[in-house]
């Protein structure tokens, strides 16, 4: 079992907001990998739905990688956007990642995790983004944590379909 897997759980250490937060984010960040153990190369790939073509679990990995980044690296520490993404292919994180195996994405969603993780330990919950978000203001460390801890949510839940659509896995 993988150390990601090994590790998840939902239940905080102890009960003070920074250990909740980072255990319901690593929670959710592990259910990712939970999702995809054991899943064929084409499955990962596949887009179901009809009116959704960019659809895929690995679409899904990738883009939870890039956002995780453009959050973390973009937004707060107000460094460059280093994302596939363009204006004119905004989904582009989505288009490329089924040129990707899933077993890279993952490994690259991980590294990401890992070093935002090491960064949230780092610094004081209410730190300010060096950037503004659409709103015009700046978002404390805090929101941003909790925003990816609703996406990544979020968006288990549409690899959780796709992945029993695929192949009939299903689980927690």
Do not use: Q
């Amino acid at each position: 079992m993988s150390t990601v897997l090994a590790s998840r759980t939902d239940t905080p250490p102890a009960w003070d907001e920074r250990t909740m937060l980072a255990t319901f984010l690593d929670y959710t960040r592990a259910t990712v990998h939970a999702k995809c153990a054991g899943i064929a190369e084409d499955d990962a790939r596949r887009a179901p739905l009809p009116g959704s073509p960019l659809m895929t679990i690995s679409g899904l990995v990738s883009h939870l990688r890039w956002v995780e980044a453009g959050w973390f690296e973009h937004i707060f520490l107000g460094g460059d956007d280093l994302g596939p993404c363009t204006d004119e292919d905004p989904d582009r994180e989505m288009r490329v990642a089924v040129e990707i195996p899933i077993v890279r994405l993952l490994a690259e969603y991980e590294a990401e995790c890992a070093r935002n993780r090491r960064l949230v330990a780092s610094l004081d919950l209410d730190t300010l983004s060096k950037r503004k978000i659409r709103s015009g203001e700046p978002v404390t460390l805090r929101w941003i944590i909790m925003h990816l801890i609703e996406e990544t949510a979020r968006h288990n839940g549409h690899i959780d379909l796709l992945r029993e659509m695929a192949d009939g896995v299903t689980g927690d």
